[in-house]
């Protein structure tokens, strides 16, 4: 509204070289439309200034060049003691460009009533109402409901009062009202009362005070305990209602017990059962982000002293060590993340204490179902879910899956363990590693021992837990420990298999046209082909994501391609041997192995494959190419056809670091996702066919180590970590130490060539059996945390997907706009406005609950309500900029891009819809630096430079 106004002021002055504009309330806001915006597209150059200074510092860099034009804001207070300076910025303006805007002025023109007192414009005042003006301009219609004439002082407090306070004032209001004003507004009661009490000097004084004192009597005639607030701190009124309701769900005797937290609330403990319910029923439908907020303190109250307060509450009375106990209080606690964040640590330790998942998956189920079915009945806490939150229930989801797919993989270990070689088939290592997901275990596993170093998991310091929590969380993390390593061994048994059946089978297979896997140099023929019709004029899109394990296309790289399009087939497939990079990546593309290729170029690779096994004669265009990128796109190759992306996902960040597995995809990977990867995906059309395959995959390097010795090898760089080039085959009880394969089996050259240009053959391949990593007999062995090479089912077993549009099934809605609302100027508050839309087609007969996420780590993820038709959903943002470069500071700008992404469970599955856009954050360059004490300002800052 001011904002609007302000332009209509400014826009008949765009060819004037000065303009000044007084704004001695601050309705302006900087960053603002007005009057950056528009001073941006008029050719203004902005001064905004707090001191005569700072007004100096900034306009002498300007002042000598005619081709700027000034804007200057003079948001100085009418009663400053030290007011700006600036004749010199006067003699050059126009009287008709020399402005002062005032409240007043703006709501006399908004409203039509030139009745309006001039006391609106006092500092205080004008705060209140600038800070609320729209409900001050319902107050304003309410007056004129019930006068048509006049403006009385005491009208004008009412209605400051009611905009304040958010009620209609010009009414008496209901027991209601009186409740909600209390919850609600408690912080700008005592704001009011303060500011009508300190008008005292004032002609209007017994104006205000009559307000005042009407407004006292109604609260003090209000039940119990809003009746308390005007003789007592308001804020320990709402401390003790509130702590009240948290204790009232557990069934507590908060009656008799509130003294135990405080003497102080002991006088508070005659509050009604039946006042808890309803003032809660009403909140929670009116504002429960005050409620929320009032929590909060009430959780701050708590964690002051621990162990009397909460271990009072949670162990004396709730017992929440007790695993049944705590899953009582979790699922009985509504409002407080911390109640809950604590039972669900007592539940997390159990989990790794026990092992108990049934019971476990039973609670997160009931965590998952809450609003499901009756979304007005989801819990507060669980609409506004805390960061900490975020992650405890994370971690727990983890340990569950973990467990459980831990105990999977000893059922397998135990069946393969007596099993022939004869007898193993590649079903049941494709069963193992992707349906039942033991893929998945060492990252589980790395993100389960992250969070327990790092993580922030307990809603309190772990060195403040009382005595049997504590025993308890310490325990679990040695469980985990152990856990750790009895997977180790049972994945090393089955890995010992695994590498029997590529033993026996592996050089007939790669010929083959059925066999049970597809390798990579078998992708265009029996993958890319079945799946693709170029007489279709579907485009095809191949995305080949170097180092890409099935475990990380499943958990991070599928989500988001499911946004905009659905699987269609999956097919098990390998990586050649062995499983390096240039081998079968080159492979992919070339359609055959690589004694056959017929160039280094995967663009040229792909050509000849094409014309090949597809009769397509298909030039492609290279649009980068630069294998050297550390993340994100590495090469690109597009054509009328077919377009190709190869991504660097995590083969280059594999190699010489020692980040945690979870850290390492939960940071690079997913900073490759949200912006390479979703640039590559806005792009794709709706009806292309979309093709997701790696190279290899990767493992953690054993630390126990086998020496190759040096007759097996014509020169020590033969032997890698994961793979060994030799001469001669291990023999005797060397041969126990790897699996060999003969290079002819291979189809991979069998000459090395030295970069002094020797050239020697090498006649067998051999990989270290599961638990061991290859050392040279002389030389470094420093080897990577992460490698890849090896015959393990993490480097060889590799995603073979395939893609298309979105089923006849559509979506009940999607998130059409994304908006920021708000002056986007570092360290503001911000809102992310999300318009979602219902689906024409499809009928919505009950309320969906679904979860917004944002990827990126500053934007809080929470759970909303749709009901069809069109809804708008606001999130309050702080963005970050703490990490911007040096060019943007530069800039005085930084621009962030943000996707915001849906997922809810529609008829039998989860779906995802995504919404992407961007903000300009404008740096503040005051918070970066102050070259002088501001208190100069009244020693050097007075006269301009000419006038010295």
């Known amino acids: 509204m001011i904002e609007s106004w302000v332009l209509e002021k400014l826009e008949p002055l765009r060819k004037e070289s000065t303009i000044i504009l007084r704004d001695p309330q601050r309705m302006i806001q900087r960053g603002a439309r007005a009057v950056d915006g528009w001073a941006a597209e008029a050719g203004f150059a902005v001064l905004w200034v707090s001191g005569n200074l700072g007004l100096r510092d900034l306009y002498e860099e300007i002042r000598d060049d005619p081709s700027v034009k000034v804007l200057l804001v003079d948001r100085t207070r009418d009663q400053a003691k030290l007011l700006l300076f600036y004749p010199d910025l006067e003699s050059r303006c126009s009287r008709r460009a020399n402005l002062m805007i005032t409240l007043r002025e703006f709501l006399v023109d908004r409203t039509g009533d030139p009745l309006w007192p001039a006391t609106i414009n006092d ?15 319902d107050a304003y219609d309410q007056m004129r409901a019930v006068r048509s004439h006049g403006f009385p002082d005491s009208d004008l407090y009412k209605i400051v009062l009611g905009a304040a306070l958010r009620i209609n004032p010009f009414r008496k209001p209901k027991p209601a009202d009186i409740r909600r004003l209390c919850i609600e507004s408690h912080e700008r009661l005592g704001e009011i009362r303060n500011l009508f009490a300190s008008n005292v000097a004032r002609d209007d004084s017994s104006a205000s005070t009559a307000v005042l004192r009407t407004l006292e009597e109604q609260i003090k005639k209000a039940d119990k305990p809003w009746c308390w607030m005007l003789d007592h701190d308001p804020d320990e009124v709402v401390r003790a209602f509130t702590l009240a309701a948290l204790l009232h769900q ?56 621990v162990g009397k307060r909460l271990a009072f509450f949670l162990s004396n009375r709730c017992q929440v060590e007790q695993p049944e106990r705590a899953k009582a209080v979790l699922l009985a606690e509504t409002l407080s993340p911390l109640v809950r964040g604590m039972a669900l640590v007592s539940l997390l330790a159990d989990l790794f204490l026990t092992k108990n998942v049934a019971f476990h998956a039973e609670v997160l189920n009931a965590l998952d179902e809450e609003g499901r079915t009756e979304p007005d009945k989801l819990p507060l806490a669980a609409r506004r879910p805390t960061e900490q939150w975020t992650a405890l229930v994370a971690t727990y989801r983890r340990a569950i899956q973990f467990f459980k797919v831990a105990r999977v993989l000893r059922d397998w270990a135990h069946k393969l363990k007596v099993a022939r070689t004869d007898q193993l088939q590649f079903e049941w290592f494709d069963t193992i590693w992707n349906d ?20 922030n998991l307990v809603p309190i310091p772990t060195s403040q837990l009382w005595p049997a929590l504590a025993q308890r969380w310490q325990q679990a993390r040695q469980a985990l420990g152990e856990a750790v390593v009895k997977v180790e061994e049972d994945l090393n048994l089955v890995n010992g298999k695994f590498q029997d059946l590529y033993h026996a089978h592996y050089a007939r297979w790669i010929g083959q046209e059925d066999a049970p896997v597809i390798f990579t140099h078998q992708f265009v023929p029996r993958f890319l082909k079945p799946h693709w019709d170029p007489q279709s004029g579907r485009r095809a899109v191949l995305l080949i994501f170097d180092g890409l394990r099935l475990d990380a296309w499943d958990e991070l790289v599928r989500p988001v391609l499911e946004e905009r399009f659905d699987v269609l087939d999956r097919r098990p497939g390998s990586a050649i041997l062995p499983t390096e ?26 050509e000849e494959a094409l014309k090949t096994h597809l009769g397509l004669s298909v030039k492609l265009r290279v649009e980068k190419q630069d294998d050297d990128v550390t993340m994100g796109i590495s ?35 997913r900073a490759i996702l949200q912006q390479d990867v979703r640039s590559v995906l806005r792009e794709i059309p709706e009806d292309a066919v979309v093709f997701v395959t790696s190279d290899h995959g990767f493992c953690e390097v054993p630390r126990a180590a086998y020496t190759v010795p040096h007759t097996a090898v014509t020169d020590v760089k033969d032997v890698k970590y994961r793979v060994g080039r030799l001469k001669q085959p291990l023999e005797g009880p060397d041969a126990k130490q790897g699996v060999s394969f003969k290079v002819g089996d291979l189809g991979i050259p069998d000459k090395i060539h030295a970069p002094n240009g020797a050239k020697w053959s090498f006649n067998h391949v051999v990989f270290p059996r599961p638990g061991l990593t290859l050392k040279r007999h002389h030389g ?16 060889c077993l590799i995603p073979m997907i395939v893609l298309g549009p979105k089923g006849v099934a559509r979506p009940p809605f999607g998130l059409v706009k994304l908006d920021i609302e708000g002056n986007p100027v570092e360290g503001e508050n911000l809102e992310v406005i999300l318009v979602v839309t219902a689906r024409a087609s499809v009928a919505i007969e009950n309320e969906i609950l679904f979860q917004l996420a944002a990827d990126i780590d500053d934007l809080p993820a929470r759970k909303e309500i749709f009901s069809g038709g069109e809804q708008t959903y606001r999130i309050r943002w702080v963005p970050k900029v703490d990490q911007a470069t040096p060019d943007e500071q530069k800039q005085g700008k930084i621009v962030r891009t943000v996707t915001v992404v849906a997922s809810y469970h529609w008829q039998g599955r989860t779906v995802r819809s995504g919404v992407p856009g961007t903000v300009e954050i ?3 360059s005051t918070r970066v630096r102050r070259r002088l004490d501001s208190r100069l300002d009244s020693i050097m800052g007075l006269v301009p430079k000419g006038l010295r």
């Open 780 to 795: 470094p062995h420093d080897p990577d945390r992460y490698t890849h090479g090896g015959l393990s089912m993490a480097e």
């Open 922 to 924: 404008k740096l503040d």
């Open 635 to 669: 090469a690109r190759y597009v054509s009328d056809l077919i377009d190709v992306v190869i991504f660097n996902f995590t083969d280059k960040n594999l190699h010489h670091t020692d980040l945690d597995l979870a850290f390492l995809y939960n940071t690079t990977v």
């Open 436 to 455: 039942d997901q033991i893929d998945r275990l060492d990252y589980y596993a790395s993100e389960l021992q992250r969070l327990f170093r790092v993580g």
């Open 581 to 606: 990079t240039q081998l079968s990546r080159k492979a992919i593309s070339a359609g055959c192995l690589p004694t056959s290729f017929v160039s280094t170029s995967e663009n040229i690779l792909l």
């Open 250 to 305: 557990h069934g507590i005797e908060y009656q008799v017990l509130l003294g135990n937290f405080d003497p102080a609330l002991g006088r508070f403990q005659e509050i009604p059962q039946k006042s808890i319910e309803q003032t809660l029923k009403e909140m929670l439908q009116a504002d429960p982000d005050r409620i929320a907020a009032d929590v909060a303190a009430v959780e701050r109250f708590l964690k002051e002293d």
């Open 123 to 137: 500092r205080n005042l004008s705060r209140l109402i600038l800070e609320h003006l729209p409900q001050a301009l």
